[in-house]
């Protein structure tokens, strides 16, 4: 699935998305906040847009779950594959996540929604030149097109490193409860 995103139910079991649920909230008021208001172009690949959102890196239940979601993403993508980090994601009204592609040590990622209400991810195909002109009229606080994935759906399973995406503002009243998973794949950095 070079290339792509696709909504993959079998990268993470009811239970343990319960079980990070419960983890994640418990974390929310330890969490911090990112709040990015710039453009940049990191190592002349990673295009990183504004954002604005909570996040917490605790978590020991998310840890051991996602040396499984590894595992079972390899089987998905057919390459060797290693969980580098995870966080919770947490986006409250006004919230939101810019344009952006992931970090060069994570060309993959899956991205599953615990809980409370959310918009869809907004996957991007079209722009693989990067430069902050190119970008710099792309603003992350009113809606996009791209790709749109309602992760009510199922886990996502994304090549965030190549395909650049983002999240519009959040709307609902309820936050959305969302967890990462940033995988690598051993012997390259990106697929
Ligand atoms: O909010 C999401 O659904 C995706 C998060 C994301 O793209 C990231 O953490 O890099
Ligand atoms: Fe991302």
Redesign the pocket.
């Known amino acids: 699935m070079t290339g792509t995103a696709l909504i993959a139910p079998s990268l993470v079991t009811e239970q343990e998305r319960r079980d990070m649920l419960v983890e994640a909230e418990v974390h929310l008021p330890t969490a911090s906040r990112s709040d990015r208001s710039n453009w940049k172009i990191v190592d002349g690949r990673q295009l990183l847009g504004p954002a604005r959102f909570s996040y917490s890196l605790r978590g020991d239940i998310r840890q051991q779950v996602q040396r499984r979601v590894a595992d079972r993403a390899a089987k998905l993508v057919d390459v060797p594959v290693q969980p580098i980090q995870s966080n919770y994601?947490y986006y409250f009204r006004g919230d939101y996540?810019g344009l952006?592609h992931?970090q060069a040590r994570c060309p993959l990622?899956a991205?599953v929604l615990l809980g409370g209400d959310a918009g869809p991810?907004c996957v991007h195909s079209e722009p693989r030149a990067i430069s902050i002109e190119q970008f710099s009229d792309f603003d992350p606080t009113v809606e996009h097109e791209g790709s749109r994935f309602m992760?009510q759906q199922g886990p996502l399973l994304l090549w965030?490193g190549l395909l650049p995406?983002h999240?519009d503002p959040h709307t609902a009243v309820r936050p959305a409860i969302?967890v990462?998973f940033c995988l690598g794949i051993e012997g390259q950095s990106s697929p």
Do not use: E, N, P
């Open positions: 994601l996540l952006h992931d990622s991205i991810l992760l965030g995406h999240r969302i990462t």
